[in-house]
Structures are given as C-alpha cells and as structure tokens.
C-alpha cells in the first residue's frame, strides 16, 4: 500500500494521560500535514512540515501539542496532559510541493481516533 | 481569514434524483478542492477547480466554480447508494493549508 498510513487508528485515554500519534506519508511527498476534526465538522489545520521543517502552526496547536518530522519522513504528534477537549480523529495529510499539475493536492491517511474519557 | 460555507449541512434523496452542494466564500477564492468522507472513512480528493467559470465533469458528478470565484457547486446526477458520505469543499489559503466548509452529508435512500 502507497498511502498515508496513521498509527495506531484508534486511542482511548485517560484525561491527563500523554498520547503520541504516527503518521508515514506517501513516500516520495515533501509536504506532511496534521489536521483535526470533530464530529459533524470539516477537518482543521493544526500544523504542517516541508521536509523536516515546521513551517506553520495553528492558533488551535496549544503548547500541549507538539509535532515533529525528524528526518523529512514519518512524523510524529504529540498531545500532552490530555484533556477531553482533544477527543477528535486527528488526520495525517501528504502532498508534493513542485508538481504544477497536481497544485499541491493533499492525500489523506485514514486518521486515528482519540478518546479521552 | 479565509472561510468557505456550504449548504445545505444534509441531505436526503431517493436513489436516482439528483444532488447539489454549494459552497460560498466572501471572499475571492484562488482555487477550490472538493473532498469526499465515507461514513467512518476520511476525506478523498475528487477534484481541483481554479479558473472563473470552470465546468469539470467526472461521470455523474459535475463540478463548477463560480465567474467571480467566490462561490462552487458539486452537482451529483441519478444518484446511487455508493454515493452517500459527507461532500467538503476547501480551499487552499496562501500558505498552502486547506480550510474546509462544514461539508453536507448525503444519504440516499434505496
């Protein structure tokens, strides 16, 4: 499979508790998205990379988010001292910036769900 | 900043009528996308409009951006049941993040 993976799909939480998500792009994007979306909701941007390179951050991305992409590949978000609020799928988004006929379109893994009871 | 809405939030059809969606923005938009979410799945590229006046067909479904590229539809012809899932417009800002519509959610009924 050649898609954006996510891991793991599903998270369940206690408030408080830190979780860590996955994210391995399709292999040969430059460009690595997060996003979040609640129920009945359209995704929301949180923050993207452009190899290793954080390159924006949301105002939603509290200093209790942290997303890293170390090596230009896999990248990794981090939610410390959970709070129910943050109970939503949060979404992995890949892309190559340069091709002029795709015009940077955004390829989505298949999300992992967080609960935080 | 930038916003899109769409409407309407639901709707209902018996398989074989037709469906349209539509997304506005005050603003000029430089470009829009249409995602599609299965039930349980996440979104799915279907297309990229980014000339005023663009028409772009992809079998049943018809995609238009608006001559002052403030506005955009998605029109599904004699819809079927492998259509039912959420439809979200976005379009990408200057700093090439997508901002989504709160989408509308299609069920037919067979």
């Known amino acids: 499979d050649t898609g954006v993976s996510q891991d793991p799909r599903h998270k369940i939480t206690k408030r408080g508790q830190n979780v860590t998500f996955r994210c391995d792009p399709i292999s040969e994007h430059n460009r690595l998205y997060w996003y979040r979306q609640t129920l009945g909701q359209g995704p929301e941007f949180l923050t993207y990379f452009q190899n290793e390179a954080q390159l924006e951050k949301s105002r939603l991305l509290s200093d209790r988010f942290s997303a890293e992409r170390p090596k230009g590949s896999f990248s990794t978000l981090e939610i410390q001292r959970t709070e129910q609020g943050d109970s939503a799928m949060y979404l992995c988004?890949?892309?190559?910036?340069?091709?002029?006929?795709?015009?940077?379109?955004?390829?989505f893994g298949p999300g992992t769900r967080l609960t935080v009871l | 900043g930038q916003q899109v809405m769409q409407i309407p939030q639901y709707q209902h059809v018996q398989e074989g009528e037709d469906f349209t969606t539509y997304c506005n923005s005050s603003?000029?938009?430089?470009?829009i996308q249409w995602y599609k979410q299965r039930p349980g799945g996440h979104p799915v590229f279907l297309i990229q409009?980014?000339?005023?006046?663009e028409v772009k067909k992809q079998k049943r479904l018809t995609f238009q951006f608006g001559e002052a590229k403030k506005n955009s539809s998605l029109h599904i012809t004699a819809t079927q049941t492998t259509d039912v899932g959420t439809y979200f417009c976005a379009t990408m800002d200057s700093s090439y993040k997508l901002i989504f519509g709160s989408g509308t959610r299609l069920l037919v009924r067979p």
């Open positions: 603003t000029t938009l430089s470009n």
């Open positions: 409009l980014v000339k005023s006046g």
């Open positions: 988004a890949s892309s190559w910036w340069g091709r002029t006929d795709a015009r940077d379109t955004q390829y």
